[in-house]
């Protein structure tokens, strides 16, 4: 299709500025189909300020395109099907009525649901739900860091990894900051090990023989030296530890919270209503 010196003028108007002229205006209709009006009100947003001029034609082509093939299969579903086919007056007002009931239960949410979840609440969650929290991959503390093969800092990168009774964070936060190509350096977090073969490729063959014989680890590849320094590690299937669990359960007992508190306002709400003599069942 291509655009007509009429629908030219009305891009003209709508890329310009001139929307204003468009709305102050009596209604322009730029297509019509069975019937069904496009109106060159219908074209804003269609393109963008910075567009180009041919850029603008192309995307009302296809605008003005998309709306005639739309009103055509509306025209033939509106003839092919029955009455009461085209009868969507209860699904709508079911539809109607579940957002209205929705909007009501969420501003009741935000106006009275306590969201304070405290650590007592959650280890108790956790402690009476166990066998629930499985781990799915394996997980691991761990740190590593990833140098260039020539650094000059290689030994005291070594030395501070591989150090059995503590990690030095300080001094291999400063010396990572200025040498490292990469590091990670947070022993308290549980990170999958699948996340961390993709920084640092290391071949494992059994993956609880190789955790359980190797607290540090370093090899080179690719013109690079990885040190690897694991501080724990819990097998896939093993019970998920409460610190990866926290947030979960924190939302857990919040939709707990939310299902009691709509329960509650569903059962009073039907109690004074039947006290009123709101409704009768026949």
């Known amino acids: 299709m291509r655009v007509s010196t009429f629908l030219s003028v ?96 969420t501003q009741l949410i935000e106006q009275y649901l306590d969201t304070v979840v405290s650590e007592e609440e959650i280890v108790e969650y956790y402690e009476d739900n166990k066998q629930n929290f499985q781990l799915r991959s394996t997980m691991v503390k761990v740190a590593y860091v990833i140098l260039p093969n020539e650094s000059k800092h290689r030994k005291d990168f070594q030395q501070l990894m591989s150090n059995r009774d503590t990690l030095m964070l300080p001094k291999l936060d400063a010396l990572a900051a200025h040498h490292a190509v990469s590091s990670f350096l947070d022993v308290d977090s549980w990170v999958r090990l699948d996340d961390l073969l993709q920084k640092v490729p290391m071949e494992i063959y059994n993956t609880e023989s190789f955790l359980k014989k190797n607290r540090f680890v370093m090899f080179e590849k690719d013109n690079l030296v990885f040190m690897v320094r694991f501080e724990d590690f819990l097998m896939a299937e093993s019970v998920s530890p409460l610190e990866i669990e926290r947030a979960n359960i924190k939302n857990i007992l919040l939709l707990k919270r939310q299902k009691a508190l709509l329960s509650q306002m569903n059962n009073d709400l039907y109690e004074k209503a039947e006290k009123d003599n709101v409704f009768e069942i026949y």
């Open 10 to 105: 009305i891009l003209l108007l709508v890329t310009t500025g001139c929307r204003d002229y468009l709305a102050k205006s009596d209604r322009v209709v730029i297509a019509t189909c069975y019937g069904n009006k496009l109106y060159a009100e219908d074209l804003a947003g269609v393109v963008p300020s910075d567009a180009s001029r041919m850029d603008s034609i192309s995307r009302v082509n296809a605008f003005v395109d998309s709306w005639i093939r739309r009103q055509l299969l509306l025209h033939q579903a509106e003839h092919n099907l029955t009455p009461e086919q085209r009868d969507f007056s209860k699904q709508l007002q079911d539809y109607e009525n579940s957002l209205i009931i929705y909007a009501y239960e």
